[in-house]
């Protein structure tokens, strides 16, 4: 991604949102930041720069509010119960679409699509989500494609993930694609992810 500045990368984090889909995105993406000489900035923001509690409980506090994010070129919007409510609330999509227009690649984890849906971004595209969000997303669009064999679907400048765990192989994804195999590489490597679940 050619942009003629540093690659900035912001990670949205609200009230609901799930745990692993702010943090697997953010460990993979800020490891990338550590050791790629393009030396991306990854940073959170939530909707009006407070801390948040996500789904489990976890707090976060956020490094800006989306006033003050600045210009992004990438958007990771996490999944979790609190899309519900941010798939119902008409501000939260106008701002969607507006940062649409400026961002050149908007992401999404697990039912994070569910947001990317109500604002209009997945009409006629490809995209999956986690298993049981399908039928929300085929509700609130009925033109989405949706694919529920696929960790991830690469639209160009939509790329979104299925359930939870798979925001991570998106993130290693993304970094492939931004910077280069090699780096995504070494990145999985730092992080030690090589998936051997005992059940």
Request: charge should be negative; charged fraction near 20%.
């Amino acid at each position: 991604m050619v942009t003629g500045q540093p690659l900035r990368v912001g990670v949205l984090v609200f009230d609901g949102a799930e745990e692993l889909d702010v943090a697997g995105p953010y460990e993979v993406l800020a490891t990338w930041a550590e050791i790629s000489a393009l030396r991306p900035s990854v940073v959170t923001f939530s909707p009006d720069g407070n801390g948040v509690r996500c789904a489990k409980g976890l707090r976060i506090v956020p490094d800006h509010g989306a006033d003050d994010v600045g210009q992004l070129h990438v958007l990771v919007h996490p999944g979790g119960e609190g899309t519900r409510a941010l798939a119902a609330d008409a501000g939260h999509l106008a701002w969607l679409r507006r940062l649409r227009a400026t961002t050149p690649l908007v992401t999404s984890v697990c039912t994070g699509a569910r947001v990317l849906a109500a604002a209009g971004l997945l009409a006629g595209r490809p995209a999956t989500t986690s298993w049981d969000a399908f039928d929300d997303i085929a509700l609130i669009d009925p033109s989405v494609l949706l694919d529920s064999e696929a960790r991830f679907v690469d639209d160009g400048d939509v790329v979104t993930s299925a359930g939870v765990s798979a925001g991570i192989d998106m993130a290693l994804h993304l970094v492939a694609r931004l910077d280069s195999v090699a780096t995504a590489r070494q990145v999985r490597r730092a992080l030690q992810y090589d998936p051997e679940p005992p059940v």
